[in-house]
Antibody, heavy 124, light 107 residues
Framework: QVQLQESGPGLVKPSQTLSLTCIVSGGSISSGGYYWNWLRQPAGKGLELIGRIYTSGSFNYNPSYNPSLKSRVTISLDTSKNQFSLKVRSVTAADTAMYYC????????????WGQGTLVTVSS | EIVMTQSPATLSVSPGERATLSCGASQRVSTNLAWYQQKPGQAPRVLIYGASARATGVPARFSGSGSGTEFTLTISSLQSEDFAVYYCQQYNEWPGTFGQGTKVEIK
């Protein structure tokens, strides 16, 4: 199993853009066969899938986004650094949450490896 | 979007007892259902996928069953390390959706 580690600012001002990166180790994101996902969890609440991205190594497929966030979210890959990223635009307090990156098999989208999570607070 | 509903919200169980957690889907999801365990301050950990297959390293006291819209996670004899929040997740349709969780607490 790969290891994943999120990084990024813990505090973002309202209306600004939240940017996070997930560094993958113990395997190549270009090897194919896995989706690279972002999820979030507000304090004391359940989990929400934000979106996912896939690369076969030779081709980066278009990301898939949760319709609830699609208009504000971008997920991208940097295969040279073996990492993928999340941007959420125009954030509000409702975007305050623990953000996780996770991997899932391209055959079945359950999440087999998770990062430890990073808390992002939206506040002025 | 498929809505997942878990019951009960909280389950109080004594160590060594059996715990049965339920998960219902608003639409049929076949056996495309996973269960996760989450302890305070930690990321979720997959226990069950395909409704009944145990993930690598998961003790045999955890078992999953069901198909279609009704699913069950059973912990046959609760150990101290099993007190946590459990989530079900369907991955039959995009986006995958989670239940609101069942907290298993010490009675």
């Amino acid at each position: 199993q790969v290891q994943l580690q999120e990084s990024g600012p813990g505090l973002v001002k309202p209306s600004q853009t939240l940017s996070l990166t997930c560094i993958v180790s113990g395997g190549s994101i270009s090897s194919g066969g896995y989706y690279w996902n972002w999820l979030r969890q507000p304090a004391g609440k359940g989990l929400e899938l934000i979106g996912r991205i896939y690369t076969s190594g030779s081709f980066n497929y278009n990301p898939s986004y949760n319709p609830s966030l699609k208009s504000r979210v971008t997920i991208s890959l940097d295969t040279s650094k073996n990492q993928f990223s999340l941007k959420v635009r125009s954030v509000t307090a409702a975007d305050t949450a623990m953000y996780y990156c996770a991997s899932s098999s391209a055959l079945a989208n359950w999440f087999d490896s998770w990062g430890q999570g990073t808390l992002v607070t939206v506040s002025s | 979007e498929i809505v997942m509903t878990q019951s009960p919200a909280t389950l109080s169980v004594s160590p060594g007892e059996r715990a049965t957690l339920s998960c219902g889907a608003s639409q049929r999801v076949s056996t495309n259902l996973a269960w996760y365990q989450q302890k305070p301050g930690q990321a979720p950990r997959v226990l069950i996928y395909g409704a009944s297959a145990r993930a690598t390293g998961v003790p045999a006291r955890f078992s999953g069953s069901g198909s279609g819209t009704e699913f069950t996670l059973t912990i046959s004899s609760l150990q101290s390390e099993d007190f946590a929040v459990y989530y079900c997740q369907q991955y039959n349709e995009w986006p995958g959706t989670f239940g609101q969780g069942t907290k298993v607490e010490i009675k």
